[in-house]
């Protein structure tokens, strides 16, 4: 550990210098001439990611190690790469890397709450606050932004993508991608994005986190490819493979996937990263006989490097001298890793001010735009006799096991966010009103009931109470799935508890999913769906109960009645015997009712099949009208462009926002089309009154899909477009196409 005295010692030292971008045309130069002068050895030790921090310095000097990520010291990060470019032969700088992934130490709304916002330059001013306070501390490469298409909330990574829609994941992927990269990959505050987990990880089998995959190459292309081409042809530097096998074949090792589509299709110039051990973790899917073989596979199929198997750094030399791969593709590998070093300017610069770190953080406008992104990822679910705001009550009853939780309140993936900075909804709501705090349950599993009594004798000095439930923040995220996505614990018990008091009932739910809340709706007034809202959730949250600020955000995902109903999306395909509507449930069904006299369409006996609410729905506190809703022809071209256009008014009382979108259905192609998918949204500000004219403007092409040919093509025949806030609502408007 010879340089780990070096590293300590050097941990004082602050080093600073300005950096100067190299200049891209001579980059490539620059990294031939490099590649030229590196051994196998030190060419391998590029590929090669590795979690740590000092005591990973002897192997950072001996050229074994490219980057490194789960460090974000910036006194210890400024000592690695004064060993790596000081200390090493040929003083090429570490690769740093995090999951920076709603935030680094100011935490945002986590993705699926950011997805609930419809709001891209949100979005993409969020993630460059995450930039600026992740490279202040060292960390120039974040694994984000996921993109898996996610269609079950029992998978606990539900939270970390976008939800069910392929166009809202594309619209919120580049963005973060924008956000995270910024202009220029040399700035110093520049975070090398990750786009993940490529590809098709959310559709594990039962939305068991890890399990198989099984989707067609056309479903892929129409489905769960457009997010990463989106993000590929906006710039993303990197690219993580996925844990899942699709068919058979895990994407880590998948060479169609990697060569043929990523780099030959697609044109992606980037660097390819495995997820953690994804490489070994072929040994376990019965697609390696041994490490060896599973690297042997990786580097084959077109991974640069490798987190965490140390497989590359095991077994590449051996497999290069046995033949087995070619030193041309070690090198190729490499030139990836190595160009993107020179992008970042790390050969420049690769030191931060490390006195300075700290106060990159926990900004003025970071906290605002933390704030703004709670507020906006609100999604006002009922709001019954418009219970909410809250204008008449002077003293309110908190209760709840996430009424101040100021850790869970982050949710997942908020390695870097700092608790005792998180403002709860019960620090706000005091500001407010006058509170009495009786939080019934210890947490969100909390099973005891013994202080519900507390909460009913509570509740008779107050004029309403809220309840703030949903889910710890363990509950969701990697290798958190569940069967049952109900509220846990006693919670629905405390909201029957506060119902039974006769008090005016506003549930606020934090979880890291779209729970099946529909047995608890009947036992609250107005319900307000927060997801995990992040830092400054609290304030935002007292600001929509007091009516400082109105809701405006949707529904990312359809909402369930029963977890049973998953995987249920609103962009499904339509089947033989879709549902009528008309269905028999499981309590009319007569006694000995003869086998068919109940009809024979698709949907459950014990739970109907709609879901309890649409995909883009969300209440506000005001009330919006669409009218005068015109196409510019009903007679297109594939060349031609769509012009939708339409009145949107505020007939409320309340100024609001309202999230306009577009869904279109091809009804008839060579192969079917899903029933509706949404094409472009919009947010609408409205004062009370107000009417505003909206277009959307749609070029025929982009109705284009991978047809029975796996050709992309507009297919001629007739479409029809919706113009409405969610998918289950609006008028169908017929189109054709010649
Ligand atoms: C994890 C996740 C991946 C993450 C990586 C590094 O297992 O699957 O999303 O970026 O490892 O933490």
Not at 432 to 443: D, F, K, S, T
């Amino acid at each position: 550990m010879r340089y780990k005295n070096l590293v300590l010692a050097g941990m004082a030292t602050a080093f600073l210098a300005i950096s100067c971008a190299t200049p891209s045309n001579d980059i490539d130069r620059k990294v031939d001439e490099l590649l030229s002068k590196m051994t196998l050895e030190e060419k391998i030790g590029q590929m090669n990611q590795r979690s740590g921090g000092a005591e990973l310095c002897d192997e950072i000097a001996a050229g074994q190690i490219g980057s490194i990520l789960n460090c974000v010291d910036p006194n210890q990060i400024n000592a690695i790469q004064k060993v790596a470019v000081e200390h090493s032969r040929l003083g090429i700088p570490v690769l740093v890397g995090r999951d920076v992934i709603h935030g680094f130490n100011t935490i945002f709304p986590i993705p699926l709450g950011l997805a609930s916002t419809f709001d891209p330059a949100l979005v993409e001013k969020g993630a460059r606050i995450a930039a600026e306070e992740a490279t202040a501390n060292g960390v120039r490469w974040t694994f984000s932004p996921m993109l898996d298409i996610a269609r079950d909330s029992r998978w606990g990574r539900v939270a970390e993508g976008s939800g069910e829609d392929v166009y809202l994941d594309c619209q919120m992927g580049v963005a973060m991608v924008k956000g995270y990269q910024g202009e220029d990959p040399a700035d110093p505050t520049s975070l090398a994005a990750c786009i993940k987990h490529f590809v098709g990880y959310g559709a594990a089998e039962g939305g068991r986190d890890y399990n198989s995959v099984m989707i067609s190459e056309r479903s892929l292309r129409n489905t769960y490819f457009p997010a990463f081409k989106a993000c590929v042809d906006a710039g993303a530097l990197t690219l993580m493979t996925s844990f899942n096998e699709i068919d058979g074949i895990p994407s880590t090792g998948n060479k169609w996937l990697l060569d043929d589509i990523l780099r030959k299709e697609w044109g992606f110039e980037g660097m390819v990263v495995t997820d953690w051990n994804s490489s070994g973790e072929m040994i376990a899917h019965g697609f390696a006989s041994d490490l060896k073989h599973a690297s042997e596979i990786s580097v084959n199929a077109g991974v640069d490097m490798d987190m965490e198997s140390h497989g590359f750094a095991r077994h590449l030399a051996e497999l290069v001298k046995e033949g087995r791969v070619r030193e041309a593709d070690i090198d190729n590998a490499v030139r990836n890793i190595l160009k993107l070093k020179f992008k970042l300017g790390l050969f420049d610069n690769p030191y931060v001010d490390a006195e300075a770190a700290a106060s990159a953080s926990y900004k003025a406008e970071a906290l605002a735009a933390a704030k703004q992104s709670a507020l906006e990822s609100a999604i006002l679910i009922k709001n019954d006799n418009n219970t909410l705001p809250l204008v008449k009550a002077k003293t309110i009853l908190v209760t709840g096991p996430l009424a101040d939780a100021p850790y869970e309140q982050m949710g997942t993936w908020a390695f870097d966010g700092q608790k005792e900075h998180t403002v709860t909804p019960l620090v706000s709501l005091k500001e407010q009103y006058n509170v009495i705090y009786e939080p019934g349950l210890a947490y969100s599993r909390d099973l005891n009931t013994s202080n519900l009594s507390k909460v009913k004798a509570a509740a008779s000095r107050a004029d309403a109470i809220v309840v703030i439930v949903g889910e710890e923040a363990i509950l969701s995220g990697e290798a958190h799935s569940l069967s049952n996505i109900n509220l846990v614990g006693a919670q629905s018990q405390l909201i029957a508890t506060a119902k039974s008091t006769g008090k005016p009932v506003v549930v606020v739910v934090m979880a890291g999913r779209e729970l099946t809340i529909g047995r608890d709706l009947p036992n609250c007034d107005a319900m307000l769906y927060c997801f995990h809202p992040g830092t400054m959730g609290g304030e935002a949250i007292a600001d929509l109960i007091s009516g400082k600020a109105n809701p405006s955000g949707k529904l990312p995902m359809t909402m369930l009645v029963d977890a049973g109903q998953a995987p249920f999306y609103y962009n499904h395909n339509n089947g033989g015997r879709p549902n009528n509507g008309t269905e028999t449930l499981l309590m009319d069904i007569p006694i000995e009712a003869g086998q068919t006299s109940l009809g024979c369409s698709s949907y459950y006996l014990d739970s109907g099949y709609g879901p309890l609410l649409p995909f883009g729905y969300g209440l506000s506190y005001t009330e919006f009208q669409y009218s005068n809703i015109t196409i510019s022809s009903s007679e297109y071209s594939e060349k031609d462009t769509i012009k939708v256009e339409y009145d949107l008014t505020n007939t409320g009382s309340k100024e609001g926002t309202e999230i306009a979108m577009l869904f279109v259905h091809d009804k008839v192609g060579s192969v079917v089309r899903p029933v509706k998918e949404l094409k472009r949204f919009e947010r609408v500000t409205l004062q009370p009154s107000e009417t505003k004219h909206c277009e959307f403007t749609l070029p025929v092409s982009e109705l284009a899909f991978y047809n029975i040919d796996m050709k992309k093509v507009v297919e001629p025949g007739e479409f029809e477009l919706w113009v409405a806030g969610d998918s289950a609502s609006g008028e169908a408007i017929p189109f054709c196409v010649k």
